[in-house]
C-alpha cells in the first residue's frame, strides 16, 4: 500500500518531483527522463510508468528555464525510437520461443498468421495511434515483433508515431505548462491527461463488454 501511495504521489506531483531532480542532478536529468520513457515503451514489465503526464510536465519545466527545450525533444524522441525498437525485437526474438512454435499449446499457428496478417494491413495506425494509450504504448510494438510485423515499415511509423507524441505534448507542456491556471491547478490538469489518455482503452473494453453480452 505504502509503494501505491509513493507511486500516486509522484504521479500527481511530477511537477515537483522533477524540479527536484533537475536541481539536484543537473544535466543528468535528461539521463533519467530517457531511462523512465525508455522503460515505459521497450519494457514490457514497466507499463505502470508516468508517459504522457511526464512529457508535458518535463515542457513546463523547460519553460521555466530548468531545460533546454531541443535537448529535451531530441533526448525523449531518442528514448521512445529506441526503446520501442528494443521491444519490437525482444517480441521478435524470444516470443515464438515462449510458445515454442506450433509444439506449444499456447502457440496457435492460426492465431499467429491472423495476427501478423493484421499488422501488416493496419499495423501503421495501431503503431501510431498507441503511442498515446498507456498500456497499449507499451505492448503495441512486443505484439508486432511478435507478429513479425516488416521492420522497415515498423521503424518508420514508430519513428512518426513517436515524433507526434513527443513534441505534441512536450510542446504543449512548454507552452500552456506555465499558465497561471493550469500551474496551479496542475493536478488536476496531469488527471485529466490520464483520464483522456485511458478513454479510448475504457470505451474498447465497454464495446467488447456488449459484444459478448450481444453474442451469448
Not at 520513457?37 to 519553460?63: K, M, N, R, Y
Not at 488527471?191 to 478513454?199: D, F, Q, R, T, V
Request: proline share 3%.
Amino acid at each position: 500500500m505504502e509503494l501505491i501511495t509513493a507511486f500516486i504521489d509522484i504521479v500527481l506531483h511530477l511537477d515537483v518531483h522533477l524540479a527536484d531532480l533537475a536541481n539536484n542532478y543537473g544535466t543528468w536529468i535528461y539521463a533519467i527522463l530517457f531511462l523512465i520513457i525508455f522503460c515505459e515503451t521497450g519494457l514490457v514489465v514497466f507499463p505502470f510508468l508516468p508517459g504522457d503526464s511526464l512529457l508535458f510536465v518535463a515542457g513546463a519545466l523547460a519553460a521555466t528555464g530548468g531545460m533546454d527545450i531541443g535537448v529535451l525533444c531530441s533526448v525523449l524522441l531518442a528514448a521512445a525510437v529506441l526503446g520501442d525498437n528494443t521491444n519490437y525485437w525482444i517480441g521478435h526474438t524470444i516470443g515464438p520461443k515462449v510458445f515454442c512454435w506450433e509444439n506449444s499449446r499456447l502457440f496457435n499457428r492460426q492465431a499467429f498468421d491472423k495476427t501478423h496478417a493484421y499488422f501488416e494491413s493496419h499495423g501503421g495506425k495501431t503503431i501510431i495511434i498507441a503511442r498515446f494509450l498507456p498500456l497499449l504504448r507499451t505492448f503495441a510494438p512486443f505484439v508486432a515483433g511478435v507478429a513479425r510485423m516488416t521492420y522497415t515499415r515498423f521503424v518508420a511509423l514508430d519513428f512518426l508515431g513517436g515524433a507526434i507524441w513527443i513534441f505534441s505534448l512536450t510542446l504543449l507542456g512548454y507552452g500552456f505548462g506555465n499558465l497561471p491556471a493550469v500551474k496551479n491547478n496542475l493536478s488536476a490538469v496531469i488527471l485529466g491527461i490520464i483520464a483522456i489518455s485511458l478513454l479510448p482503452v475504457f470505451i474498447g473494453w465497454l464495446r467488447g463488454r456488449s459484444a459478448a453480452r450481444a453474442a451469448g
